[in-house]
């Protein structure tokens, strides 16, 4: 079935290190890929997505670029901030998930200043 | 800015005791989802809905029950709490469409005693 695997946490930088969170997926089809953040005390919020092969998605500085041949879709950023400390879920959906998401298990990331 | 929306925030209460956690979404999105949320970050999606006068149970058995009368709300009850139903709960609604967004509350964080 249908799964994603994401890079194990917790993830500790000094600010303004570059980051990087692994994401792998295995599905049939062509899936969608999001990138969720989840700050301390509240729900999730869309970071970005990308709906088919080698597209981009970006937003705050983050990007991340869907890559069927390897199945992966990893999250960057250049430059983090202490801001940026959060729990990253990367998603996986599509019109075969009958609108539900697939998440992976969650990367805690902690920026120190 | 997603416009959904969980009451209670935070809810204390003993054991045996019947609650209902509120969703409300003012997006006209059909499809309405609950998931629980460990500790350890992991989501889990325990009730789904496409639309009015549907709902489904999703891929963790839950005690808790759900509606939908309406397609802006999305309760979800617990006939009689227990320790064990401690845990964080998340209300999310998406369009629909392939893509399959979706927008979440901002959760409620359940203490059963």
């Known amino acids: 079935g249908n799964s994603v695997t994401q890079m194990e946490g917790p993830v500790t930088l000094s600010e303004e290190a570059f980051l990087t969170i692994n994401c792998t997926y295995t599905a049939t089809g062509y899936p969608s890929l999001f990138w969720y953040v989840q700050y301390p005390g509240e729900g999730l919020q869309l970071l970005l997505k990308a709906t088919k092969a080698d597209d981009k998605g970006s937003n705050k500085g983050f990007e991340a670029t869907y890559r069927k041949e390897t199945t992966s879709f990893h999250l960057e950023k250049g430059s983090v901030q202490v801001s940026d400390s959060a729990v990253y879920f990367c998603a996986l959906g599509g019109y075969n998930q009958g609108g539900k998401l697939i998440f992976g298990q969650g990367t805690e990331l902690s920026v120190k200043p | 800015e997603a416009d959904i929306y969980q009451t209670p925030r935070y809810l204390v209460i003993g054991t045996g005791k019947k609650i209902t956690l509120e969703c409300s979404q003012t997006?006209?999105?059909?499809?309405m989802y609950w998931y629980q949320q460990d500790p350890g970050m992991e989501l889990h999606l325990i009730h789904y809905s496409y639309g009015v006068n549907s709902t489904e149970k999703g891929d963790l058995s839950s005690e808790s029950t759900v509606s939908r009368i309406r397609t802006e709300h999305f309760p979800l009850t617990l006939e009689s709490a227990r320790p064990s139903h401690t845990s964080q709960y998340l209300c999310a609604s998406s369009r629909g469409d392939g893509t399959d967004t979706q927008y979440f509350g901002p959760g409620t964080r359940l203490t059963v005693l």
């Open positions: 997006m006209g999105h059909d499809k």
